[in-house]
């Protein structure tokens, strides 16, 4: 059974102040590693796709990294406005007929002025 | 910025009562899905679905759960018999393809079973 961790479920920061969240995983055989922005009361919104260890995402703030156990959101000179929950997904591979995302609990990101 | 929608936004209905649930995926996409998460919980797949039929689902999906896509832009959920511990945030979603986890996601309709 696909199995996604995430640490720590909270995460308080001050602006400017850099940190990272963690997620690791158990898949059989990774597809693709995925990271979302959920804001309270809505959707899920996709951010980024990792597929292969040493890979590397990049947007504005944020920057997603992938080993073959876990993955790191790194999250530079945070705003205010990165405040939300952010979760990791992951898909496993082709060979096993499942599609599905599974995704981890989330870590609820506030950032402080 | 082309968008999944979803109604209601929020449902409260009575245990045993049937309940559906209306998505207008994004218009040139192909794929199309149910998730749940239960307050406090993970977001749940439930249901995947493809040229108008399942193509993956999971155990959560059991006899109650229908899925339909009526016309060239609705994709609904049906709750046949609602439990209470049905109450949760239904998001539908939908992609391009099925191999890419970049899903687009409703805002969610919130489902109360009293």
């Known amino acids: 059974e696909d199995q996604v961790t995430q640490s720590p479920e909270a995460l308080r920061l001050q602006e400017g102040e850099s940190s990272s969240l963690n997620c690791s995983y158990t898949?059989?055989?990774?597809?693709?590693l995925f990271w979302y922005r959920q804001d309270p009361g809505k959707g899920p919104e996709f951010l980024f796709t990792l597929y292969s260890a040493g890979e590397e995402k990049e947007k504005e703030r944020l920057k997603a990294t992938l080993t073959k156990k876990e993955s790191f959101l790194h999250i530079t000179a945070p705003k205010p406005e990165d405040s939300a929950t952010y979760l990791c997904?992951?898909?496993?591979?082709?060979?096993?007929?499942?599609?599905?995302?599974?995704f981890g609990s989330g870590t609820r990101l506030q950032v402080q002025p | 910025e082309p968008e999944v929608t979803q109604t209601p936004s929020h449902q409260v209905t009575q245990m045993g009562q049937e309940v559906i649930l209306r998505c207008v995926p994004i218009s040139n996409h192909l794929y199309f899905y149910w998730y749940r998460q239960i307050l406090g919980q993970k977001v749940e797949f439930l249901v995947s679905f493809y040229n108008n039929e399942i193509s993956e689902k999971s155990e959560i999906f059991d006899d109650q759960f229908s899925v339909e896509r009526p016309d060239g832009s609705n994709f609904t959920l049906k709750i046949r018999s609602t439990k209470l511990e049905d109450s949760a945030m239904y998001f539908c979603a939908s992609s391009v393809g099925t191999n890419t986890g970049e899903l687009f996601f409703g805002e969610g309709s919130r489902l109360t079973v009293l």
């Open positions: 997904a992951v898909q496993a591979s082709m060979d096993t007929g499942r599609r599905a995302l599974t």
């Open positions: 898949v059989s055989g990774l597809r693709g």
